[in-house]
Structure formats: structure tokens, C-alpha cells
């Protein structure tokens, strides 16, 4: 096992993985920017490295001076967390090249994942089924229209190097198709770096399941179960997670985990990955992406299984195998995740920063709070606005349901403007707590603001 390990983030994820740290004994450093020196990640770490201005770009993505944080620490492993450079192959191999371990899989599969084209033919090849689309990035105008009335519109233009939601466009017919080809390459280009685009068939009113998987270097790949992140904005920012999904029955867990596991093992992936999937009303499941990294929202997996999923990147980075089969994953009771953020509801969901006066977070029962909040703490104008997630455990899905309501009643946040009374009407909604969930939840039942 590592002595000592860097933690290339910031932030919540900072701080969970400071704690995974804590509990296996493995000492740990921060990295922060100059906007961060008051954070909680910094304190909680035994060393601390500012490694320079706020803007993440000058600091969290500089690459020369994350490796030299931990060189000059004597750290032997880094975590990147989530964003930043956690999906960055050419990070990975910086690491490699420098003697760390990079806690994450190989830079090959990061490579291949990144890639959305390409990860969608490798996994078709595996025999996942994914979402009938252009085989590969496609490459002029002529192609886009003839693969779009091959596959029949609508249809949907991704950024082939996409994330966060970011560089989809949608197009009902061929003319629409040729307007906002051009103008979702450029925006790729301008988000990504890279202008390739491909195009896939829209699915209508698909939910969003994805599947945890956990692989380690001798070639033994499991999956967790499934999580449904259907509550999504319009910008397609996930905003409250669940698992199981309550439409998953037990033969289509198994069929998604086999899916998401053949995935996995197309690209020689190692260490905890999530493979996202559509599923449409009649049960069909379409592959869109893998996100080669931990998730934002991998902890309504652990309430459900019992297994810390930090604690097994860092063991499985370590040349440890996987400490449970297949058939040691068991499922217990209901969890359910809330982001909150610093978001204005009320505005469109534009980020807010302010200074937190007051600050409650909620207790008791099943409840657990992943967070970089403490009263007086003054949020960076620099970084995502995830304040907080409130995660609830109980025996089935209207418990847990109860518990969120009860445990947003408990919080408390004064000073900035959060999303907080939104989530509590999404909980209170009838529709939600049917389970009647799907990626236009919001659009079609909150979006007028009366709900
Ligand atoms: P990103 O990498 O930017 O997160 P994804 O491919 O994971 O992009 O898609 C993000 C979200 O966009 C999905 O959760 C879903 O809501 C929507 N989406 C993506 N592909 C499709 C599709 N083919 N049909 C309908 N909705 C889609």
C-alpha cells in the first residue's frame, strides 16, 4: 500500500478522499490555488502545496506543478478526483513518466473512453448495444445528412471529445441538421479542443441509468448495480441520483451490469469507471458514454452496497485484486443523492458566490453530507458551484424519499443563493415520488416555476 498520496482536486472529492486516505493510513497531500488557501481539504490534509492562481487552468490543470507538489512531498500516487484532469490520458502518462501511480485506469483506455466515436465502436464490437448512430466522427456535411436519413431524425450532434453535457445539439430534419453542424463544431472546438462531431439518434424521454463497475489489474471486472441520474437540467447537469433505479428489476441489473462490464474489458480497463446508458420506456438500453473516473454521485452506490469505492481505487492502484465477486455484491434499501449548489433557480440556474453566514447541514438517521461548507466560508467565483451532497439511505424508495424531505428541512444556507428550495419540490413532486422519472422530469414538470 502507499505511504503517501496526492490529491489533485478540491472541494468535496477532495475531502472524500482525504478521508479514504485517513482509513487505510496512507498520509495525504492537498493541492490548492491561491483562491483556495481557506478550504477545508487544505486543513484536513497532513501537507499542503499552493500550486498557484485561482483560475483552474493556472492551478488545479497545471500539470507541472501538480507532478512536482508530488515529487517534492515524496507523495507516491495521485487521485485526480473528478473534472479537471482526471480524464486526461496525457495526465495519466505525465504521472507514469514520473514514477506515480495514477489513481485511475490506463492512459490507453482513458484514450479510447475520451473519445466518443470511438469508445461507441469498440463497445458496438464488444456487443453493447448503443444508440444507432455514425459509425466514427463523421467527416463533411454530405455524410451528417446521409447517416441522419439513414437513422432517421430526430438526431442529436456530439462532441466527440464531449462532457458535462456540453456541445449536444439537436436536429428535427436535414435543414436543421446543416445549420447547427457547423455551429456545434465550432463549439466543440472552442469547449474541447478538438471540432469532430458525430452524430446519434435522439432518444425521446429516455432515462439516464449508468452502471458502476470496479475492474483490477488481474483481469477481474465487476459492476455495483445501477444508478438512475434522469433529473437533469437543461443543460443536462445531473441534479439528483438514485439507486437502484426504481424500473431496473433484477434480470435487466444483470443484463446492464454484463453490458457495462464487456465495456469495460473492450478498452483493458482497471480501477472504478461508470458506463452511461439510455433506457427507453420499453426496456431497451443504449450505450452513450464511459466516464473513465470516479462519479460525483458514486455514493448512493456505497449506501447500497456497503462498499467504499475510493478505498477500492486506491487498493486496486495499489496491484491489490478485487476484494469481493460478482456474487459478493448484494443490494440493500434505497439511496437517494441531492446536489446542492450555488445555483439561482429562479434565474435560470446561474451560478451564485457570496459568503456562507449560516450554515446548518442536516443529521440523524441515514444521512450523510459530503461537503466543503463551513459558516464563514466564502465561495471562489472560480470553480463549480456544488456546494453539498445530501445523501439519505433507508430500507425502500418511499423512506428514502421521507428522509431527503426531512433531511433538506434540516439545512440550512444563508449568505448565497442555493437551489435548496428546488430540490425540495422536486422530492414533494407526485411524479417523482411515482418514480415517473426521465430526463425531461424537469422541463416538463418544474419548468414554469409553479411545479
Ligand atoms: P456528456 O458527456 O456531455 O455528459 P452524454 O452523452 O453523457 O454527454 O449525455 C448527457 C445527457 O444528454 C444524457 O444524460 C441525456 O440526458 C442526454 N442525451 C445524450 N444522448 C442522448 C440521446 N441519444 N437521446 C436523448 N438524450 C440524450
Known sequence: ?????????????????????????????????EADANSLHVQ???????????????????????????????????????????????FAEACEASKLVFIGPPPSAIEKMGDKAVAREIVRQAKVPVVPGTHGAIRNEQEALKQAERIGYPVLVKAVAGGGGKGIRLAENAEDLSRVLQLAQSEALASFGSPEVYVEKFIPDP???????????????????????????????KMVEEAPASVVAPSLRQKMGEAAVRAAKAVGYVNAGTVEFLLDSKGNFYFIEMNTRIQVEHPVTEQITGVDIVR?????????????????????????????????????????????????????????????????????????SLLAKIIVWAEDRPSAIARM???????????????????????????????????????????????
Open 44 to 90: 484536513a490534509a497532513d501537507e499542503a502545496v499552493c500550486i498557484g492562481p485561482g483560475p483552474g487552468k493556472d492551478s488545479y490543470l497545471n500539470v507541472p506543478n501538480v507532478i512536482m507538489a508530488a515529487l517534492i512531498t515524496g507523495a507516491e500516487a495521485i487521485h485526480p478526483g473528478y473534472g479537471y484532469l482526471s480524464e486526461r490520458a496525457s
Open 1 to 33: 500500500m502507499f505511504r503517501k498520496v496526492l490529491i489533485a482536486n478540491r472541494g468535496e472529492i477532495a475531502l472524500r478522499i482525504i478521508r479514504a486516505c485517513k482509513e487505510l493510513g496512507i498520509a495525504t497531500v492537498a493541492v490548492y490555488s
Open 405 to 451: 424531505r426531512r433531511a433538506l428541512e434540516e439545512t440550512r444556507v444563508e449568505g448565497v443563493k442555493t437551489n435548496l428550495p428546488f430540490l425540495k419540490r422536486i422530492m414533494a413532486h407526485p411524479e417523482y415520488q411515482k418514480g415517473n422519472v426521465s430526463t425531461q422530469f424537469l422541463n416538463r414538470y418544474l419548468r414554469d416555476g409553479t411545479g
Open 312 to 384: 477500492e481505487q486506491i487498493r486496486i492502484a495499489a496491484k491489490e485484486r478485487l476484494h469481493l465477486s460478482q456474487r459478493d455484491v448484494q443490494w440493500r434499501g434505497h439511496s437517494i443523492e441531492c446536489r446542492l449548489t450555488a445555483e439561482d433557480p429562479d434565474n435560470d440556474f446561474a451560478p451564485c458566490v457570496g459568503k456562507v453566514t449560516h450554515l446548518v447541514l442536516p443529521g440523524g438517521p441515514g444521512v450523510r453530507v459530503d461537503t466543503h461548507l463551513y459558516p464563514g466560508y466564502e465561495i471562489p467565483p472560480y470553480y463549480d
Open 207 to 237: 432515462r439516464h441509468v449508468e452502471v458502476q463497475v470496479l475492474a483490477d489489474s488481474y483481469g477481474n471486472v465487476i459492476h455495483l448495480g445501477e444508478r438512475e441520474c434522469s433529473i437533469q437540467t437543461a443543460r443536462r447537469q
